[in-house]
């Protein structure tokens, strides 16, 4: 037997954690990359300035979030998919499917898996209450998309990694599509005012700040619109798209009630979810 790094064994000569050893460090590179730009992008063409005040809350959540994680379940999605791999399990494997439609087919499903999640955290109250510390951002930007309590962030790892095994996804397309998430929705928040064109042309094949600013707004009818956090066709496949708030330009962006400073801070955020609306 041969033991990965995280602890999971698989049998001599089967793939296993340790075959992708700078998978953390491949992302986190890439995390800060996007970040960086995004932050750099909101100067060069702002769509609203949003107060940096938010900054520690938003950046400690993500913090929270990632440390999570790497506490409960070290290996991840990734390790899931090494795990299921060295063993033979799930749906694509079974059925023979080869590794250049295996790895397409899960970027797909996956990315359904989180809409679909999404729309039940909307759905569901105990959900929503977790979900709710994400809306309660009073203003967008790039880091919104780190803006996510912990146990949410838990949630929806235990949800991934059960669905990587289930389906036998490729290694590799996990990571891709860990790293293709995590950028596309810092981006999809930022605080970029894309030329009109353009912004047309990108939402045929993403979500982008125009068609994600109206999930943000305060109307609930429009919270409850755009769930998709990268390809933007599930929202019109299940009829849940909407082209743009209804206030146009003047969205109000959050929850009534969550707005003020205090609501910000990384304790209350974190404790958010156990009260009760102002």
Same mark, same amino acid.
């Given at each position: 037997?041969v033991?990965?790094?995280?602890g999971?064994a698989?049998?001599?000569?089967?793939?296993?954690? =340790?075959?992708m050893? #700078?998978e953390?460090?491949v992302?986190?590179?890439?995390?800060?990359?996007v970040l960086a730009?995004?932050?750099?992008?909101?100067?060069?063409?702002p769509w609203?300035r949003?107060?940096?005040?938010?900054w520690?809350g938003?950046?400690?959540?993500g913090l929270l979030g !990632?440390?999570?994680?790497?506490?409960?379940v070290?290996?991840?999605?990734?390790?899931?998919a090494?795990?299921?791999e =060295?063993?033979?399990?799930?749906?694509?494997?079974w059925?023979?499917?080869?590794?250049w439609? !295996?790895?397409?087919v899960?970027?797909?499903?996956l990315?359904l898996?989180?809409?679909a999640q #999404?729309?039940v955290?909307?759905?569901?109250?105990?959900?929503?209450r977790?979900?709710?510390?994400h809306?309660?951002d009073?203003?967008?930007?790039?880091?919104t998309?780190?803006r996510f309590?912990?146990l949410?962030?838990?949630?929806?790892m235990?949800?991934?990694?059960?669905?990587?095994?289930?389906?036998?996804?490729?290694p590799?397309?996990?990571?891709?599509f860990?790293v293709?998430l995590?950028?596309?929705t810092?981006?999809n928040?930022?605080?970029?005012r894309?030329?009109?064109?353009?912004?047309r042309l990108l939402?045929?094949?993403v979500v982008?700040?125009?068609?994600?600013?109206t999930?943000?707004?305060?109307?609930?009818a429009?919270?409850?619109s755009?769930?998709?956090f990268c390809?933007?066709w599930?929202?019109?496949?299940?009829?849940?798209y909407?082209?743009?708030?209804?206030?146009?330009e003047?969205?109000?962006?959050?929850?009534?009630?969550?707005? !003020?400073?205090?609501?910000q801070?990384?304790?209350r955020l974190?404790?958010?979810?156990?009260?009760?609306?102002?």
């Amino acid at each position: 037997m041969v033991t990965g790094r995280q602890g999971l064994a698989a049998p001599a000569g089967q793939p296993h954690l =340790a075959a992708m050893p #700078h998978e953390p460090f491949v992302r986190l590179g890439i995390f800060l990359g996007v970040l960086a730009a995004l932050l750099l992008a909101e100067r060069r063409w702002p769509w609203r300035r949003a107060s940096r005040a938010r900054w520690p809350g938003n950046l400690g959540l993500g913090l929270l979030g !990632a440390l999570a994680v790497r506490a409960t379940v070290p290996a991840a999605a990734v390790g899931a998919a090494l795990w299921a791999e =060295a063993r033979g399990l799930g749906l694509l494997p079974w059925l023979g499917v080869p590794g250049w439609v !295996a790895v397409p087919v899960t970027l797909l499903a996956l990315d359904l898996l989180i809409y679909a999640q #999404h729309r039940v955290t909307h759905a569901v109250p105990a959900l929503w209450r977790l979900h709710r510390v994400h809306h309660a951002d009073p203003a967008l930007d790039a880091t919104t998309g780190l803006r996510f309590h912990p146990l949410e962030i838990l949630l929806s790892m235990a949800l991934k990694m059960a669905a990587v095994v289930a389906l036998g996804a490729p290694p590799v397309a996990v990571l891709a599509f860990e790293v293709l998430l995590n950028a596309t929705t810092m981006f999809n928040h930022a605080a970029i005012r894309l030329p009109p064109r353009l912004e047309r042309l990108l939402r045929l094949v993403v979500v982008t700040p125009e068609m994600h600013r109206t999930h943000h707004s305060e109307q609930p009818a429009e919270t409850d619109s755009c769930f998709g956090f990268c390809l933007p066709w599930w929202d019109r496949l299940f009829g849940s798209y909407r082209a743009a708030p209804a206030a146009g330009e003047a969205v109000v962006i959050g929850l009534p009630g969550w707005r !003020a400073p205090a609501h910000q801070r990384l304790d209350r955020l974190l404790l958010q979810p156990v009260r009760q609306a102002p």
